[in-house]
């Protein structure tokens, strides 16, 4: 008998009540879910982030005290030692902020209407290790912002090694938001070989997954905002 997988541990941190509630009563009808926590600012969700050490935060951004941005910047950011998995839930009124959430390092975002079911499977998505992106909200999103964020961002350096110009045009759908199955069907290539692309696309550029990716490509120009 194989012994049963552990179930995810989530954080819930969100200012008003009544939605973290609904979380946590989404969450806890799952049999691989458990809510280890609660918090109502972005300073009490870094306390106990650091302390229960879930396996996903799942955050807000307008939050008291410390917004959601800040408090994924300290739990997931670039220079944190041993970041905890984030997934920002958002509104399309908030959507200049999500670029700035997936900067601080959240490995991915969904929109707080969402289906209770996309966001469970969010949750386990991002537990696995991969990133969430719904490719139609990251093509208006990140194209909408992107120009202003690569002008703030001309510093940004060139790869060690440079990508061949089949890893650029894999990165280039990657920012359009294609899943590997769509990229794929486009590229006329197996579903592994797309993984292998992807995983030397995340090496050369020092990238933890595809959300920075993403956000690699609009920064630097590789994917233009115009089209």
Do not use: W
């Not at 552990?6 to 969450?27: E, H, K, N, S």
């Not at 202003?148 to 990657?174: F, S």
């Not at 590997?180 to 030397?200: D, F, G, M, P, Q």
């Amino acid at each position: 008998m194989t012994r049963a997988e552990p179930p995810i541990r989530v954080l819930v941190c969100d200012d008003q009540g009544l939605v973290r509630a609904g979380y946590v009563t989404i969450f806890a009808a799952q049999p691989d879910l458990t809510v280890v926590g609660e918090a109502g600012d972005g300073e009490a969700a870094v306390e106990l982030a650091r302390r229960l050490r879930p396996d996903v935060v799942v955050m807000d951004i307008r939050m008291p005290v410390l917004d959601g941005i800040a408090a994924t910047r300290l739990l997931a950011g670039p220079d944190v030692a041993e970041p905890v998995k984030v997934l920002v839930v958002t509104t399309f009124n908030l959507d200049e902020y999500v670029y700035e959430a997936l900067r601080a390092g959240a490995s991915g975002f969904l929109l707080k209407d969402s289906p209770p079911a996309d966001l469970v499977a969010g949750v386990r998505t991002v537990a696995a290790g991969e990133a969430l992106l719904a490719p139609a909200v990251t093509r208006e999103l990140i194209g909408r912002f992107g120009s202003r964020v690569r002008t703030a961002d001309r510093a940004t350096p060139e790869p060690a090694q440079p990508l061949t110009a089949r890893e650029r045009e894999v990165l280039t759908l990657i920012a359009a938001g294609l899943s590997n199955s769509e990229i794929a069907a486009a590229l006329v290539i197996s579903h592994e070989t797309v993984k292998t692309y992807v995983s030397r696309i995340l090496t050369k550029l020092d990238l933890r997954d595809r959300v920075q990716a993403v956000v690699f490509a609009y920064r630097t120009g590789i994917v233009s905002t115009d089209g």
